[in-house]
T-cell receptor, first 114, second 112 residues
C-alpha cells in the first residue's frame, strides 16, 4: 500500500520558471491538502480539496494553483517561481473532513529556487 | 500571529525516562488537537489526538493532556525509547474541521 506519493523528491528551479508538484494517493480518500514547511516553522496549509472538482484556499495560497480532476491526484502548480517559495512541500490526504480522521502525509518535495 | 506555539525547540531525555512535550494555543475556538511525529526526510505521521470535551487521552506509551483554561496541552511519552527521537508537531483545528494549524515543532532526542 503506497499511501501518498509525491514526485519529485528534490528540485532546483530558477526564478520565473514554472513547475508542477505531483501528488497521488491510493487510499480512495476524499480530502487532499498541500502544505509548505519553511525552516524552523510549522506546516502551513496552501490549498485543500474536498473531492474531485472542488478546491479551496488555505492560509498561504498566493503564487500557487491546484486542480483536482480525479480522486487520486492533486497537483500543485507554481507559475512564476520566486525565492520565497523555497520550502519543503507536503501533500496529505484524509478519508473525510473531520479532525478525528487523521491526515496521511507524503514524504515531501524539497524545492529550491535560485 | 502564531496561534499554536511550541516554545521548546528541542528536548533531550534518557531512555526509559518520561518525555514531556508542551504546546500552547491562543485561539479559544480550537476544539480538536493532534500530535504528529516526523522523522527526517519523511512526512509527518499521526500520533494521538484529543477533543476539547476531554482532558486526557491515552494510547500505549503516549498520553495527551489538555488544560483548556490555560490553553495548554502536553504530550507525555513513558517510557521514552531511542526510536522516539523525532520532531513532534502539535496541531489544532476549529469546529472539528481539517484545516489544521501547526506549531513549529519540538525535536526530541532520546539517548540510550
Amino acid at each position: 500500500n503506497a499511501g501518498v506519493t509525491q514526485t519529485p523528491k528534490f528540485r532546483i528551479l530558477k526564478i520565473g520558471q514554472s513547475m508542477t508538484l505531483q501528488c497521488t494517493q491510493d487510499m480512495n480518500h476524499n480530502y487532499m491538502y498541500w502544505y509548505r514547511q519553511d525552516p524552523g516553522m510549522g506546516l502551513k496549509l496552501i490549498y485543500y480539496s474536498v473531492g474531485a472538482g472542488i478546491t479551496d484556499k488555505g492560509e498561504v495560497p498566493n503564487g500557487y494553483n491546484v486542480s483536482r480532476s480525479t480522486t487520486e491526484d492533486f497537483p500543485l502548480r507554481l507559475e512564476l517561481a520566486a525565492p520565497s517559495q523555497t520550502s519543503v512541500y507536503f501533500c496529505a490526504s484524509s478519508i473525510g473532513g473531520r479532525s478525528n480522521q487523521p491526515q496521511h502525509f507524503g514524504d515531501g518535495t524539497r524545492l529550491s529556487i535560485l | 500571529d502564531q496561534q499554536v506555539k511550541q516554545n521548546s525547540p528541542s528536548l533531550s531525555v534518557q531512555e526509559g525516562r518520561i518525555s514531556i512535550l508542551n504546546c500552547d494555543y491562543t485561539n479559544s475556538m480550537f476544539d480538536y488537537f493532534l500530535w504528529y511525529k516526523k522523522y527526517p526526510a519523511e512526512g509527518p505521521t499521526f500520533l494521538i489526538s484529543i477533543s476539547s470535551i476531554k482532558d486526557k487521552n491515552e494510547d500505549g506509551r503516549f498520553t495527551v493532556f489538555l488544560n483548556k483554561s490555560a490553553k495548554h496541552l502536553s504530550l507525555h511519552i513513558v517510557p521514552s525509547q531511542p526510536g522516539d527521537s523525532a520532531v513532534y508537531f502539535c496541531a489544532a483545528s476549529v469546529a472539528g474541521f481539517q484545516k489544521l494549524v501547526f506549531g513549529t515543532g519540538t525535536r526530541l532526542l532520546v539517548s540510550p
